[in-house]
């Protein structure tokens, strides 16, 4: 099983797609963000449940939250970190690893369950060959 290092969101929920700034300033988030930074940049993503709590653990936690990746990472001069990540997959918490220096955790992809209706996969696939028509202009 994998452990990825978890980063506590305060007041923001990060979805699939989104691309977001963050400012993390508690030093446990910015030692997982200098551990994911040493490899493939991927980080977890999860909302509080109370924003107020300054050293949160995995019950102070939602138990679903985004796969993300940093694209940039920035050190500021007052020690804090802006870092802007990108949310890949959504992922529900199956197992923590409760570091002295971090939370890492143990996730598993969640898919979107899609039920498409006839009209609905009709109208799709009416679209998508209207969409390659004006490609090929």
Do not use: H, W
Not at 44 to 56: F, G, H, M, S, V
Not at 98 to 105: G, M
Not at 124 to 132: D, P, Q, V, W
């Amino acid at each position: 099983m994998n452990f990825f290092p978890c980063l506590p969101l305060r007041d923001i929920v990060v979805f699939p797609g989104m691309i977001v700034p963050l400012f993390v300033g508690r030093d446990k988030s910015i030692k997982a963000l200098n551990e994911v930074m040493k490899t493939n940049k991927k980080i977890i993503l999860i909302t509080q449940k109370n924003a107020e709590i300054d050293d949160p653990t995995i019950e102070d936690l939602y138990s679903f939250g985004c796969e993300s990746k940093i694209l940039q990472l920035l050190k500021l001069p007052d020690g804090t970190v802006k870092v802007l990540v990108e949310g890949t997959d959504r992922v529900k918490v199956i197992e923590c690893n409760n570091d002295k220096d971090f939370l890492k955790i143990s996730t598993e992809i969640v898919k979107d369950k899609i039920d498409l209706k006839d009209d609905l996969l009709a109208f799709s696939i009416a679209m998508l060959r209207k969409l390659e028509k004006l490609t090929n202009l």
